[in-house]
Structures are given as structure tokens and as C-alpha cells.
């Protein structure tokens, strides 16, 4: 039963690879939700492919009863309804038994955020690093505070990307979509900057300058400098900067770009290109901004606030 158990995820996991050009960290995320509902419907003697609604059920409160939160149960099922959208395409079954099922109801929760000082106080420590190890940070800290680069997107940026001189960036995001990002001033001089102690982070050998397409080169088995590294790294300056190493991760970066741009002026359309998101609906998580602005705009601006 263990072989056939993983037939149809497996067959699942394929399509998302080869026909949604799903990104490995996507799929990794599937192949875990989807493993664990195979194993819960396995101990009642079931395959996942043909879970009734009710076993499906259970599963949902399963997960509450463990305690997980709403935003996680809400992600695994999302994962379940793809997975058996897929099932009734191939025709295993003429049913969908997630179809009836909604989400637990999340409040919607607002990005955390850095405010200007605070990334200053990163970037001031980052600036502190001495050596070759000192540039390459500040090189990432600056791209990733320009453009609000998802992390897999920074530590996997190709040389390419940067042509000299030009004030944008090439970035391959989620499924292999294209998109040009501004880069300011600082972000290029830093840039420049690493590109002359490059090959310091690659392999020893002749040609590896030229083999290792990656901007942020290393000598590690994956040729770049991995997430999980680069975390490491925002958390060390964090605790340099004098912040809660707790409140500071790549993302809270991203959502930090995001926020200041948008509480200086940027349209919000023009900030969706930018993130990379599919649908506006994702880039108005950061509303909240431009609430907080016209809220103080009011305050300070409006007549009867004067009186």
C-alpha cells in the first residue's frame, strides 16, 4: 500500500513541475501537506485519491485540534483542492469531495514591517562588515531593501541581471515570469562594488568565474549563497543593529520595501509589478499604509482638524 499510497501525489507533483513550472520550494511545500494527508487517510486504510468529504473532514480537524492556525489549515487545504481538481481532470473520479469544504476564516493580518530607522540601522551595520564577506552583505542588503526581492530571487540572481550601468534589474520570479526592478543609486554602487571581490567566493580552478552563473557565487553544492545562510545572516544584524533579531527576516525586508514605497507615494499598480505578484489582491496587504497617510494627511491637512 506505501508504493501506491504516493502514485497520484507523485503523478500531481509532475504536472505542477512540468505544465505550472511550479518552483521547488512550491512543490517541497505540496509534497509535505500532501504526505501527511496520505499517511492520515492511510492509517484508516484509505489512498488520498479516493478520501471521502467526511475523511477529508477529520483531516481539517485534526489539524485544529493540534492547534495549527487558521492561515496554515487554509494552505493545506488549498493544497487538497488542487490535488483533487487534478484527480477529476485525469478522470480517476467523477467527484471532487473538496468542493463543499471552505477554509477555516482568517482575519486578515497586516505585513511586518521595519520602519526607515530601524532599516537604516541594518544597513549601517551591514556597512560595518569588514572584508570581502562585509561587501557581499551590503551588496544583499541593498538589493533586497531596493527591490523587495523575494529571498529565493535574491540569492538565485544570475550576473546577467545586471547590466552595467543600467538602473534595473532582471528577475526570474515565480513561474518563470520575467519582471524589470528599478535599482537606486546605492543598491548599483554596492553592486559594483561586490562584482570586484566575485571570484573570492568561488570554487578554486581555472574558468569557475565563468561556469558559476550565479551573483552571489559559493562554494557550496547549490554554486549560491543558500536561504537559510543568508537568514542567518540578517539575524547577526540585526543583534548589531540594536533590533530583535525576532522581528528581522528577509521578508520583513521585503515587506519594509513595500511599505515605505508605498507611504511616499508609489501607485499601487506599479508596486504589484514590482513585487512580482499575479493578482493586486495580494499587493493590498500594504492598504494599510496608505490608510495610516491619509489618515495623518486629514489630521494635519483638513481644515476642521485645525480647530
Given at each position: 500500500?506505501?508504493?501506491?499510497?504516493?502514485?497520484?501525489?507523485?503523478?500531481?507533483?509532475?504536472m505542477m513541475r512540468s505544465t505550472r513550472n511550479a518552483s521547488q520550494n512550491t512543490l517541497a511545500a505540496y509534497r509535505r501537506d500532501l504526505t501527511e494527508f496520505a499517511l492520515f487517510v492511510g492509517r484508516r486504510?484509505?489512498?488520498?485519491?479516493?478520501?471521502?468529504?467526511?475523511?477529508?473532514?477529520?483531516y481539517l480537524k485534526a489539524l485544529d485540534d493540534r492547534g495549527l492556525s487558521a492561515a496554515t489549515?487554509?494552505?493545506?487545504?488549498?493544497?487538497?483542492?488542487?490535488f483533487f481538481r487534478f484527480i477529476l481532470d485525469m478522470g480517476f473520479r467523477d467527484d471532487n469531495p473538496t468542493t463543499s469544504l471552505d477554509g477555516p476564516k482568517r482575519g486578515q493580518r497586516l505585513p511586518k514591517y521595519l520602519n526607515e530607522t530601524e532599516v537604516d540601522a541594518l544597513l549601517e551595520a551591514a556597512r560595518?562588515?569588514?572584508?570581502?564577506?562585509?561587501?557581499?552583505?551590503?551588496?544583499?542588503?541593498?538589493?533586497?531593501?531596493?527591490?523587495?526581492?523575494?529571498?529565493?530571487?535574491?540569492?538565485?540572481?544570475?550576473?546577467?541581471?545586471?547590466?552595467r550601468e543600467s538602473p534595473?534589474?532582471?528577475?526570474?520570479?515565480?513561474?518563470?515570469?520575467?519582471?524589470?526592478?528599478?535599482?537606486?543609486?546605492?543598491a548599483q554602487d554596492a553592486v559594483r562594488d561586490y562584482l570586484m571581490v566575485r571570484e573570492s567566493f568561488l570554487p578554486k580552478g581555472r574558468g569557475t568565474s565563468r561556469t558559476n552563473k550565479f551573483l552571489f557565487a559559493s562554494r557550496g553544492k547549490e554554486g549560491?549563497?543558500?536561504?537559510?545562510?543568508?537568514?542567518?545572516?540578517?539575524?547577526?544584524?540585526?543583534?548589531?543593529?540594536?533590533?530583535?533579531?525576532?522581528?528581522?527576516?528577509?521578508?520583513?525586508?521585503?515587506?519594509?520595501?513595500?511599505?515605505?514605497?508605498?507611504?511616499?507615494?508609489?501607485?499601487?499598480?506599479?508596486?504589484?509589478?514590482?513585487l512580482g505578484h499575479a493578482d493586486i489582491s495580494t499587493t493590498q496587504i500594504y492598504?494599510?499604509?496608505?490608510?495610516?497617510r491619509l489618515r495623518s494627511l486629514v489630521e494635519t491637512a483638513h481644515p476642521l482638524a485645525q480647530m
Open positions: 500500500m506505501a508504493d501506491l499510497t504516493f502514485t497520484w501525489v507523485e503523478s500531481f507533483l509532475n486504510q484509505t489512498l488520498p485519491e479516493r478520501a471521502s468529504v467526511a475523511q477529508i473532514r477529520a489549515a487554509a494552505r493545506r487545504l488549498s493544497a487538497l483542492k488542487r560595518r562588515r569588514p572584508g570581502a564577506d562585509g561587501i557581499r552583505i551590503l551588496a544583499l542588503m541593498e538589493i533586497l531593501y531596493a527591490t523587495g526581492l523575494r529571498v529565493t530571487e535574491l540569492v538565485t540572481l544570475p550576473v546577467s541581471s545586471f547590466v534595473v534589474v532582471t528577475v526570474t520570479g515565480k513561474g518563470g515570469r520575467e519582471r524589470m526592478v528599478p535599482l537606486g543609486e546605492p549560491h549563497l543558500t536561504r537559510a545562510r543568508f537568514g542567518q545572516v540578517i539575524k547577526e544584524l540585526a543583534v548589531e543593529a540594536g533590533l530583535d533579531r525576532r522581528r528581522v527576516s528577509p521578508h520583513v525586508l521585503r515587506h519594509s520595501f513595500a511599505s515605505h514605497l508605498l507611504a511616499n507615494g508609489a501607485d499601487l499598480r506599479a508596486l504589484q509589478q514590482m492598504t494599510h499604509v496608505l490608510e495610516e
